[in-house]
């Protein structure tokens, strides 16, 4: 990882939660109004949110293969049922296949007595390049049921380097998938440093040991900023503990404000609103530049 950060010249700060709702989205977004020059990239494939945020003009999209799946040469189908039999996840009815059921593993071409069924690449989503007032955003959405999200996701950052690359951007800021799964081990490749978004709550500090322990496993520096902070002001200790215990920077604190809500109710950020958490969010990408 490191040597790809060299040859690229391009820093990549990576925003995750280990969990949704934390509100690293809308950082993201706040990011995008503080940072110079800049290259976005909305790595939450099976719900992006960023472009809701970011008003993007699509310029150029593509389709993402994700796997294969069977069709059907209906004039060789002779409808004996074996398919039918043999699937286990009841995705072929008499060659008919329904592709949110099936999962692609090619029995039914097996079984097949006439030859009639063959595998093939399957679109499972698409991937798309915008303009935006801030920045080109790459971003991209999976089709309802389908999987493969971590090549999705890889594949959206493989765009976004080109694309900071050529233009001369010194700078990707990614918003990750959340969880700590596939997508988020797709999305840590060549991470500068991660910025994990926790709030003070039980399952959050959880899912933040989580995130932090995905980034020490991939050698990726990571750094945490506590959303909501005076909300619970025992957890938040506890946040802070845990992240002294393994010598991890806590970056910021942002408090609860209604504003980002109302904020957010209308597609702007809480640097675009009324809101008492400006200073705290333009302190933070302060901190977070000496960082990278």
């Not at 910025?195 to 945490?224: M, N, W, Y």
């Not at 946040?239 to 920077?249: H, K, N, Q, T, W």
Request: charged letters at 30%.
């Amino acid at each position: 990882m490191e040597g790809d950060k060299e040859i690229r010249g391009v820093k990549e700060l990576l925003i995750i939660s280990g969990k949704g709702g934390t509100g690293k989205t809308t950082l993201v977004a706040s990011f995008s109004r503080l940072a110079e020059k800049a290259v976005f990239a909305d790595c939450d494939v099976d719900a992006p949110d960023l472009p809701i945020l970011l008003k993007p003009q699509e310029r150029d999209r593509g389709a993402f293969y994700g796997g294969q799946k069977p069709y059907v040469e209906r004039e060789l189908c002779n409808s004996c049922g074996r398919c039918t039999r043999y699937c286990r996840f009841d995705a072929i009815e008499d060659g008919e296949v329904d592709y949110i059921e099936c999962e692609g593993c090619g029995l039914c071409e097996l079984v097949c007595p006439e030859g009639a069924i063959r595998m093939e690449d399957h679109v499972s989503g698409y991937w798309f390049v915008s303009d935006t007032p801030f920045g080109p955003l790459i971003h991209a959405r999976l089709n309802p049921g389908e999987e493969n999200s971590g090549k999705l996701v890889a594949e959206v950052k493989r765009r976004a380097r080109e694309i900071a690359e050529g233009g001369g951007y010194g700078l990707v800021i990614v918003d990750g998938p959340p969880g700590v799964g596939c997508p988020v081990i797709s999305a840590l490749s060549g991470v500068t440093l991660a910025l994990v978004v926790s709030e003070p709550s039980i399952s959050a500090i959880h899912d933040l040991q989580r995130a932090l322990d995905l980034c020490e496993t991939f050698g990726v520096k990571a750094a945490v900023v506590i959303n909501r902070f005076d909300v619970s002001p025992q957890r938040t200790r506890e946040i802070e503990a845990l992240c002294d215990s393994r010598g991890v920077e806590v970056m910021g604190r942002i408090p609860f404000d209604r504003g980002v809500i109302e904020a957010l109710n209308v597609e702007k950020t809480p640097l675009e609103y009324p809101s008492k958490v400006r200073s705290d969010i333009v302190k933070l990408w302060d901190t977070v530049k000496r960082a990278l």
